[in-house]
Structure formats: C-alpha cells, structure tokens
C-alpha cells in the first residue's frame, strides 16, 4: 500500500511563497506519475499540477502557470510544489496524489484517475 503524506502548507500573505511536500513510502516514488490537486470550500477538487514517473515531464493548470513549480526527486521519494506570487484564491486543501502507468504519460486531469491519496494540507491566502 503506497502512503502519501503532506507537509508545507500554512498561512501566507497575499504575493508571498509556499512548498509543499509530499513524502512517499514505501520508496516507490520512481513507480509513479504524480500530480497536486487542491479543493477549496464548496468547490470541486481540481489538478493544479502533475508530472511523469522520471519527473522530467511537467503539466500546470492554467491557474498555476508561470506561479507554481511542481518536482519529483525519487531518490529522495518525495513530490514538490513549489508556489509562488500567491492569491486569495489559491486558499485551499491541497493533496498529493499518484497514478501508475505504462510506457507513455500523459496528464491525469480527473482524480478518479488516480490511485493513492494524501490526506491534505491547509493552504491560506490572507490578502
């Protein structure tokens, strides 16, 4: 069973930067394509960032283009989101998430494509 866990998140003002974490155990990180999703209240959860099992191949979100940074550093076994000039409305829970797949990725849009979870981590926003 992979287990995703989240760290980074907390409370940022307005054109401030944030990392987000995601450590995978067991060390099998190398096995997965990844991506972040984020759910703010009374919305659906929706992709903000995923990248390729090697972590050479990058896909945003127009909401997050030219802002956040997503990684993967497998021999670390861990998943990045880097987040920079944030907004109000990037306030939100943000998962972790993993999909495997075969010899060609493509990005994952919808979360039922994926198969394993994190828990989530509080991101806000003050403007």
């Known amino acids: 069973q992979v287990q995703l866990v989240e760290s980074g998140g907390g409370l940022v003002q307005a054109g401030g930067s944030l990392r987000l974490s995601c450590a995978v155990s067991?060390?099998?990180?190398?096995?997965?394509?990844m991506g972040w999703f984020r759910q703010a209240p009374g919305k659906e959860r929706e992709l903000v960032a995923a990248?390729?099992?090697?972590?050479?191949?990058?896909y945003y979100a127009d909401s997050a283009k030219g802002r956040f940074a997503i990684t993967k550093e497998n021999a670390k076994n861990a998943l990045y989101l880097q987040m920079s000039s944030l907004r109000p409305e990037d306030t939100a829970v943000y998962y972790c998430?993993?999909?495997?797949?075969?010899?060609?990725?493509?990005?994952?849009?919808?979360?039922?494509?994926?198969?394993?979870w994190g828990q989530g981590t509080q991101v806000t926003v003050s403007s």
């Open positions: 990248i390729s099992k090697n972590g050479d191949t990058p």
């Open positions: 998430a993993a999909h495997s797949y075969g010899s060609t990725w493509s990005p994952r849009i919808l979360e039922e494509e994926y198969d394993y």
């Open positions: 067991p060390r099998t990180v190398r096995n997965y394509a």
